[in-house]
């Protein structure tokens, strides 16, 4: 297995670790990135500031976060482990190679390509507040800048964010959210498990053109019932998350997302 | 402010620099000229960024949930990062007695400095070349007692095990052995954690 993508299933067990030590809940995607990688990528990122954030959160509450020495034993064992796993990398890509390849070498010294880090910083993220809906989460994402900029380090790439975006916009299904929850009810239809009571979460990408893919639920409510939803998002497809930039462009950037659903549904 | 040239940061070395996941950070700076030195970039003051510890801070602790949770932390090498005890100081304040802050080392740096820092550092990966001075010379440019007091210091002052001593082959300057000499000399000196490796010639 190459060297990067050995690199990224350790750091990806570390993060599992973490969330599970902590009882967060973490929507780990199968890596499609054909070739090899730096280890690291923008939806690995995400994951961690993700991580973050929710470990923040429970130490606001007052609860203690479980991280220290947490995977002191894994490196050991995962290199020995991993070297003898086959690779399983599917020769589909969510990332363009233009993106993997933001890596200047200097001598012996691999500088790390710049990460595209929204998250920590916060006030691009408020970028995204007005098109935000209380039951979309976004919890990662993978912006391709224009092939003009050009940037050194993480720093660099935000402050080029910051002066030259206008909004993100964040995915949407076609017609909103009570389009959404109607198109959902109304192809369950009878056979809908009409005592299913609760919330579901449904964690998925939003594809640049538009289209689902990943989808998984996160917190189901029963076998059946979440089987007819996870098949109902294959069939769907959403406006993409948009990144408007001063100068007036839309570029579509793909976009992980978490949709809650309540059950019963109330349709309009 | 205290400022210093970087030319390199490599982020998810695992286990290479040091425990754990862990961020290398190269500084421009040298004493040595050694033939065969893999980041000459080093030798010339300057190339890099100019970083404070603040800004240095700022970039990798993005690593730190990775850092804490397989006690790791950054590695300072180059160049010779003891060059620069200040930043290191101040970049210790900044991120906490958690992460481990581990130098790639010749030592070949004054004793004071040696002293000074010892208290900051959690482990020490030391390139001693070879024991032998006129090897050391020949292959450095330099004189190696400096080195040999500075690791002696440092092994009675601290467990041993966060020392590891590397010990290359080096073409065309030492034999086999010539190693076998320094790793005798050195474990004697009670180095527990020494490592023989072969120089990459490009």
């Known amino acids: 297995m190459a060297k990067g993508k050995q690199t990224c299933k ?22 499609t990135y054909q070739g090899d990688c730096r280890g690291t990528c923008p939806k690995c990122e995400a994951e961690v500031r993700y991580l973050e954030r929710e470990l923040e959160k429970r130490q606001r509450m007052g609860k203690a976060a ?25 020769p589909k890509s969510n990332y363009s190679e233009e993106l993997m390849e933001k890596v200047a070498i200097l001598g012996e010294i691999p500088i790390r390509y710049i990460a595209i880090d929204l998250f920590a910083h916060r006030e691009v993220m408020d970028l995204f507040a007005p098109s935000v809906t209380k039951n979309l989460d976004i919890v990662g994402f993978n912006l391709n800048a224009p092939d003009d900029w050009n940037w050194t380090s993480e720093n660099d790439f935000m402050e080029l964010v910051k002066a030259n975006t206008k909004n993100f916009y964040t995915p949407v299904f076609s017609g909103g959210e009570s389009e959404l929850i109607d198109f959902i009810s109304q192809n369950l239809g009878k056979n809908a498990d ?61 976009c992980q997302c978490v949709q809650k659903l309540h059950f019963p549904m109330i349709t309009h | ?31 040595l000229r050694c033939k065969y ?93 070879d024991l032998n001075p006129a090897i050391y010379l020949a292959y450095t440019g330099k004189e190696n007692p400096l080195v040999l007091k500075n690791l002696e210091w440092i092994l009675q002052h601290g467990d041993p095990k966060r020392i590891k001593v590397r010990v290359p082959h080096i073409p065309e300057y030492n034999t086999d052995e010539d190693v076998t000499k320094s790793v005798e000399r050195l474990k004697a000196m009670g180095v527990v954690e020494v490592e023989e490796f072969e120089y990459i010639i490009r």
Not at chain 2, 6 to 16: D, E, K
Request: aromatic share 8%; proline share 4%.
């Open chain 2, 1 to 31: 402010m205290t400022t210093a040239k970087i030319f390199g940061i490599g982020r998810h070395r695992l286990t290479v620099d040091g425990e754990g996941v862990t961020t290398l950070v190269a500084f421009n700076g040298c004493p």
């Open chain 1, 66 to 90: 479980m991280v220290a020495g947490l995977s002191v034993g894994l490196l050991g064992a995962s290199q020995v482990a991993l070297a003898q796993q086959p690779d399983t990398i599917t």
């Open chain 2, 37 to 129: 030195c893999l980041n000459k970039t080093s030798w010339d003051m300057d190339k890099g960024r100019d970083y404070t510890p603040e800004m240095l801070f700022e970039e990798v602790k993005i690593d730190q949930l990775y850092f804490l949770a397989t006690h790791g932390g950054v590695t300072f090498g180059g160049g010779e990062p003891l060059l620069h005890k200040d930043f290191i100081k101040e970049f210790r304040a900044l991120c906490g007695p958690q992460w481990q802050i581990v130098v790639e080392t010749s030592l070949h740096v004054p004793f004071e400095t040696v002293q000074e820092m010892n208290e900051i550092l959690d482990g020490y990966i030391v390139d001693i070349k």
């Open chain 1, 10 to 31: 350790i750091l990806k067990e570390i993060r599992k670790q973490i969330a599970a030590e902590n009882d967060i809940k973490l929507v780990i995607e199968e890596c």
């Open chain 1, 194 to 254: 009409g005592n299913a009571y609760g919330d579901m979460e449904v964690a998925f990408t939003v594809e640049p053109n538009g289209k689902l893919s990943h989808i998984e639920i996160i917190k189901g409510i029963n076998e059946q019932l979440d089987a007819q939803v996870a098949a109902l998002f294959k069939f769907m497809e959403w406006k993409p998350a948009l990144w408007e930039l001063n100068s007036g462009e839309k570029i579509p950037f793909a």
